[in-house]
T-cell receptor
Framework: QKEVEQDPGPLSVPEGAIVSLNCTYS??????FMWYRQYSRKGPELLMY????GNKEDGRFTAQVDKSSKYISLFIRDSQPSDSATYLC????????????FGTGTKLQVIP | NAGVTQTPKFRILKIGQSMTLQCAQD?????MYWYRQDPGMGLKLIYY???????DKGEVPNGYNVSRSTTEDFPLRLELAAPSQTSVYFC????????????FGEGSWLTVV
């Protein structure tokens, strides 16, 4: 079993839809949870991060962490064609700077 | 803002050749990393550094070497290139010990033939 599981997609939605991207994990020591966005032929860029459980909102993006279920989500409201990219979840334990574990990424396409 | 700069962007190597991927960051980050990204496999850590003069192996270090003589630079050396090293390579840096805010370069596409 992989430490972090992420559905690779692709996920195709119409413009304006609400998108839900998810990851599950098995390591209960993970405390930091991140979402990265990666456009084609570019490096990943940090989108959001949360510490421990709870929700965090930034504009159209909401990150949720449910540590009891070992499940994290990224919601995108009013999705735009510019949101078309691969979304990577990532997580790490405290002090584990060398052990940030990435999901394999979900490819999202928002159709105008 | 330059951030993390990698060169070259694209390179084709023959089996057995060696080369160095260059990486520089201008954010004064202590922590720097090299990852490789293969389709369906996610990002795998090759080497990392916690400061000038200090490096350590990551998950997939075989066939690679690094050095960190300055805070800014973290080159990755490929010795005796093999087809299995065909990949996209990302250099990254962070200021946080937890690595929760990693900044990535644009990537270097390497093909070994």
């Amino acid at each position: 079993q992989k430490e972090v599981e992420q559905d690779p997609g692709p996920l195709s939605v119409p413009e304006g839809a609400i998108v839900s991207l998810n990851c599950t994990y098995s390591n209960s020591a993970f405390q930091y949870f991140m979402w990265y966005r990666q456009y084609s032929r570019k490096g990943p860029e940090l989108l959001m991060y949360t510490y421990s459980s709870g929700n965090k909102e930034d504009g159209r993006f909401t990150a949720q962490v449910d540590k009891s279920s070992k499940y994290i989500s990224l919601f995108i409201r009013d999705s735009q064609p510019s949101d078309s990219a691969t979304y990577l979840c990532a997580m790490s334990a405290i002090g584990g700077y060398q052990k940030v574990t990435f999901g394999t990424g979900t490819k999202l396409q928002v159709i105008p | 803002n330059a951030g993390v700069t990698q060169t070259p962007k694209f390179r084709i190597l023959k089996i057995g050749q060696s080369m160095t991927l260059q990486c520089a960051q201008d954010m004064n980050h202590n922590y720097m990393y090299w990852y490789r990204q293969d389709p369906g496999m996610g990002l795998k850590l090759i080497y990392y550094s916690v400061g000038a003069g200090i490096t350590d192996k990551g998950e997939v270090p075989n066939g690679y070497n690094v050095s960190r003589s300055t805070t800014e630079d973290f080159p990755l050396r490929l010795e005796l290139a093999a087809p299995s090293q065909t990949s996209v390579y990302f250099c990254a840096s962070s200021y946080s010990i937890s690595g929760n805010t990693i900044y990535f370069g644009e990537g270097s596409w390497l093909t070994v033939v």
